[in-house]
């Protein structure tokens, strides 16, 4: 063969090898949030508010707690520090859903959150089962128990 169809021919194995290389690489780095946020799911129960974290829970029949809490709020950092080390207590259907209540006015206004602490439970559908105002952990899961 002569040098310069070598030459092609390594070009050429080159140019797919990255092609191929690109492309599963690619393919790879575009899938991995879904995945990685479908593992979440599955292995947490708290999680903060977005609509693709709320669309995936009820996706998967799951009833979602909100739970609207702010940084500076006492009563909220006490809570939010329970459901994290007590996060195996939660029922395996339903999933907590931490809202920021000082910037997530469009959450306030569509389910009439007028203070911080508050939690509202929805069925899969999106049906307001039951809402409250304060608790720590043991009255969460009374709650929940309740519906």
């Known amino acids: ?9 390594l070009s050429l194995i080159v140019i797919f090898g990255g092609f191929v290389f690109f492309r599963d690489g690619f393919n790879k780095i575009q ?26 829970a009820q996706k998967k029949g799951k009833s979602v707690l909100f739970f609207a809490a702010t940084k500076w709020c006492q009563t909220c950092s006490e809570l939010e520090k329970e459901i ?6 939660i029922p395996k259907d339903v999933t907590i859903i931490k809202v920021d209540y000082d910037n997530d006015k469009v959450m306030n206004r569509k389910y009439g959150v ?21 608790g720590g952990f043991d009255t969460l899961l009374q709650q929940i128990e309740e519906i």
Do not use: C
């Open 84 to 89: 994290i080390e007590r996060n195996t207590e």
């Open 114 to 134: 007028t203070s911080q602490h508050t939690l509202i439970v929805l069925d899969q559908n999106g049906k307001e089962l039951k809402r409250w105002v304060g």
């Open 31 to 56: 899938s991995k949030p879904s995945e990685e946020s479908e593992l979440r799911m599955d292995m947490l129960s708290y999680l903060d508010y977005s609509d693709v974290t709320l669309a995936n």
């Open 1 to 9: 063969m002569k040098p310069f169809n070598i030459l092609i021919a």
